[in-house]
């Protein structure tokens, strides 16, 4: 199916590794030139190499997202450098290991999850959310997690802030909406990742999951083309579940 999306322009937070490269790579594949952001320039420079196969345009802005400054450069050189069609914000993770909410007593904890989670995806929402403005069409999708609909033990710091990304994200939905922009939310449980392998229980988690197996990182990629694709067009204010069948809450 074609998504109706080549040639337009996406910039990607977090799209050196990980779920946010395996959204770059989703989007690539339909033709859609990427902007990566993210904090480690050698991990820019790999990910741009990867990419390289898709025949787009990849360009990278190293920066930290919890850096207003930063932000409002990568918002210089997107406005200078083409535009933006595709928002893909997704955030680092809490601090490891995951906790209850009750274990969580390490200010320090709090205030690495806060400002990587939410103060810095309210830094990106803020700096590009206007740019869609007047463009006139436009898909903002946040990568959160199954906890924002349905909290699971020891996920606290992801919990609490992602679903501080989520209210933001309500209040975007009524606010981009005259302009033709859509604003949704993809939330990945069980996602077979490097990172999600050294901190989980794998069996246990499997056996929680009912289809019975991990999500793969192109799974949740290809989620992320489609809520970005011409045929998403009246899909606006959802959080799409990524997992399995894991999430049993109604809404």
Known sequence: ?????????????????????????????????????????????????????????VDVVPGDLKDREAVSRLRRDVVTSGGLDILVLNT???????????????????????????????????ELAPLFVDR????????????????????????????GVQAALKHLVTELAPSGVTVNAVAPATIMTPTFTSFHNLEARVAATPLGRFGTPEELGGTVAFLASQQAGFITGQIMQIDGGITTALT
């Open 136 to 163: 006139g069409w436009g898909r903002l999708i946040a990568i959160t997690s199954a906890s924002v609909k349905q909290p699971m033990p020891r996920h606290a710091l992801s919990t609490i802030f992602r679903a």
């Open 1 to 57: 199916m074609d998504l109706g999306i080549a040639g337009k322009r996406a910039v990607v937070i977090g799209g050196s590794a990980g779920l946010g490269l395996s959204s770059a790579h989703a989007l690539a594949s339909e033709g859609v030139d990427l902007v990566l952001f993210a904090r480690d320039a050698g991990r820019l420079d790999a990910a741009r190499t990867d990419l390289g196969k898709h025949s787009v345009t």
């Open 92 to 126: 680092p993770r809490p601090p490891s290991p995951m906790r209850d909410f009750l274990d969580e007593d390490d200010d320090e904890r709090w205030n690495d999850a806060y400002t990587n989670q939410l103060h810095g995806a309210l830094n990106v929402l803020r």
